[in-house]
């Protein structure tokens, strides 16, 4: 198999341990390419031809390029950039037993528990600090490049029911190891030390804990590929790829890649905030187009919002749908749900169907059980306030939401060869 994609890949996800750092190193690809950074609070300067990017609260991206000549419509293909996880609170180290320092965590996101115990874990995410010559306040990105922590796991034999299942306590089961008692007191210094800051200056702070074990590549045949952030970063790094290879000649194409789905997108950054419709309104007006036309131009859009797929698991096959079971390394898997979990109705799957035939790429299709509920995606929480044809796909996966996950070589390919057509 050709895993030049696949390994391109796995440095993006090893490379973006955090929302933040995923944010920055799509920024860098896109001025590699000639785009031009936009600032928010900043005025705008943009004309025909033209391709810039935008971002907010450091891990929320917008790109677009628009059309040299009048163009009819936006083509717009949405991912998130955030996954599950555990935060760091304020005042995190907790002292035990006058022996250990432990760090006190929260939940970020409905993850599985049970794969962070016994794992090489690191911090990474940002700090803010006040620029003393401006009084402006300014982001470093952190990210401690080392095994720094791990959450030991109770042995057997201090819990014979070990195996027959358990009920984890984050606040309880799930805080890490940071070090002996010599360590108290160091954290901040660790992280200010990783981020080239003072420890006095740092203001504030979204540090998060990420999983250290590297992308592996493996199967019979390397058939899969494993690591942690594949939901949602692979469908990122893919529209991105394709964002940049397709053509984009006829309408506004956007890459939006937005924070905060896993914890419900209700956020500045989030797919419910203003985001989406504050850049595509800012565009129309220094395009001096009216507000008429953005709304005519809505209605002959479309949007692929890009979250991974579960994939029919070769222990519980059960699990799945009776009818609609993607399988890994089997093509793009659009997401179907009655209760509109997923935006996907007849109009946008034909739109999509016809895309990816024309470009002969695979597809699959999902929906729940209809007895067990599912989850949801961004695609209709941005439809609140960018309202226009939508569909949502995905890849397939095994172990969402879990620190390593799994996912084929080939579909990634996929994803990009039908966003490089859907950008054409």
């Given at each position: 198999?050709?895993?030049?994609?696949?390994?391109?890949?796995?440095?993006?996800?090893?490379?973006?341990?955090?929302?933040?750092?995923?944010?920055?190193?799509?920024?860098?690809?896109?001025?590699?390419?000639?785009?031009?950074?936009?600032?928010?609070?900043?005025?705008?300067?943009?004309?025909?031809?033209?391709?810039?990017?935008?971002?907010?609260?450091?891990?929320?991206?917008?790109?677009?390029?628009?059309?040299?000549?009048?163009?009819?419509?936006?083509?717009?293909?949405?991912?998130?950039?955030?996954?599950?996880?555990?935060?760091?609170?304020?005042?995190?180290?907790?002292?035990?037993?006058?022996?250990?320092?432990?760090?006190?965590?929260?939940?970020?996101?409905?993850?599985?528990?049970?794969?962070?115990?016994?794992?090489?874990?690191?911090?990474?995410?940002?700090?803010?600090?006040?620029?003393?010559?401006?009084?402006?306040?300014?982001?470093?990105?952190?990210?401690?490049?080392?095994?720094?922590?791990?959450?030991?796991?109770?042995?057997?034999?201090?819990?014979?029911?070990?195996?027959?299942?358990?009920?984890?306590?984050?606040?309880?089961?799930?805080?890490?190891?940071?070090?002996?008692?010599?360590?108290?007191?160091?954290?901040?210094?660790?992280?200010?030390?990783?981020?080239?800051?003072?420890?006095?200056?740092?203001?504030?702070?979204?540090?998060f804990l990420y999983n250290r074990e590297k992308a592996s590549i493996w199967g019979a045949s390397g058939e899969f590929?494993?690591?942690?952030?594949?939901?949602?970063?692979?469908?990122?790094?893919?529209?991105?790829?394709?964002?940049?290879?397709?053509?984009?000649?006829?309408?506004?194409?956007?890459?939006?890649?937005?924070?905060?789905?896993?914890?419900?997108?209700?956020?500045?950054?989030?797919?419910?905030?203003?985001?989406?419709?504050?850049?595509?309104?800012?565009?129309?007006?220094?395009?001096?187009?009216?507000?008429?036309?953005?709304?005519?131009?809505?209605?002959?859009?479309?949007?692929?919002?890009?979250?991974?797929?579960?994939?029919?698991?070769?222990?519980?096959?059960?699990?799945?749908?009776?009818?609609?079971?993607?399988?890994?390394?089997?093509?793009?898997?659009?997401?179907?749900?009655?209760?509109?979990?997923?935006?996907?109705?007849?109009?946008?799957?034909?739109?999509?169907?016809?895309?990816?035939?024309?470009?002969?790429?695979?597809?699959?299709?999902?929906?729940?059980?209809?007895?067990?509920?599912?989850?949801?995606?961004?695609?209709?929480?941005?439809?609140?306030?960018?309202?226009?044809?939508?569909?949502?796909?995905?890849?397939?996966?095994?172990?969402?939401?879990?620190?390593?996950?799994?996912?084929?070589?080939?579909?990634?390919?996929?994803?990009?060869?039908?966003?490089?057509?859907?950008?054409?």
């Open positions: 198999m050709d895993h030049t994609i696949s390994k391109k890949l796995s440095r993006f996800l090893e490379q973006s341990p955090s929302c933040f750092h995923a944010a920055e190193n799509m920024k860098h690809s896109l001025l590699e390419k000639d785009f031009e950074q936009l600032h928010e609070n900043q005025k705008w300067q943009i004309t025909a031809g033209g391709r810039y990017f935008v971002t907010r609260s450091d891990s929320s991206l917008i790109a677009f390029t628009i059309p040299e000549h009048a163009f009819s419509g936006m083509r717009i293909m949405a991912s998130h950039s955030d996954s599950p996880t555990f935060k760091i609170k304020e005042n995190p180290e907790l002292e035990t037993d006058g022996h250990y320092i432990r760090l006190n965590v929260e939940r970020y996101g409905g993850m599985l528990c049970a794969p962070w115990f016994d794992r090489p874990l690191s911090v990474a995410g940002r700090v803010i600090v006040k620029a003393p010559s401006s009084g402006t306040f300014v982001t470093k990105l952190v990210n401690v490049d080392r095994d720094l922590v791990l959450i030991p796991n109770l042995a057997i034999h201090m819990n014979r029911e070990a195996n027959n299942g358990c009920k984890y306590n984050v606040q309880k089961d799930m805080l890490p190891l940071y070090g002996d008692l010599a360590a108290k007191d160091t954290f901040m210094k660790t992280v200010a030390d990783a981020a080239q800051v003072e420890e006095a200056d740092i203001l504030g702070h979204d540090l590929i494993s690591c942690g952030r594949l939901d949602d970063l692979q469908c990122a790094f893919a529209s991105l790829e394709g964002f940049l290879a397709g053509d984009k000649k006829k309408y506004l194409a956007v890459h939006c890649v937005l924070d905060s789905e896993e914890v419900g997108s209700g956020t500045k950054q989030g797919a419910a905030s203003t985001f989406l419709y504050d850049t595509l309104t800012r565009i129309y007006d220094h395009l001096g187009l009216t507000r008429e036309d953005y709304l005519i131009h809505l209605a002959d859009s479309l949007m692929i919002s890009a979250d991974n797929a579960h994939a029919v698991h070769p222990n519980y096959t059960d699990k799945a749908d009776p009818s609609n079971r993607p399988y890994i390394n089997g093509g793009i898997v659009i997401k179907f749900n009655a209760s509109q979990k997923y935006c996907t109705d007849g109009v946008s799957a034909a739109m999509f169907r016809d895309m990816c035939r024309t470009a002969d790429i695979p597809l699959q299709t999902f929906v729940n059980r209809s007895d067990m509920a599912g989850g949801s995606t961004l695609g209709n929480i941005s439809n609140t306030q960018v309202a226009l044809n939508t569909v949502d796909i995905g890849l397939p996966q095994l172990a969402m939401h879990s620190p390593y996950e799994t996912a084929g070589v080939k579909d990634t390919g996929y994803l990009i060869r039908a966003a490089q057509e859907f950008f054409r």
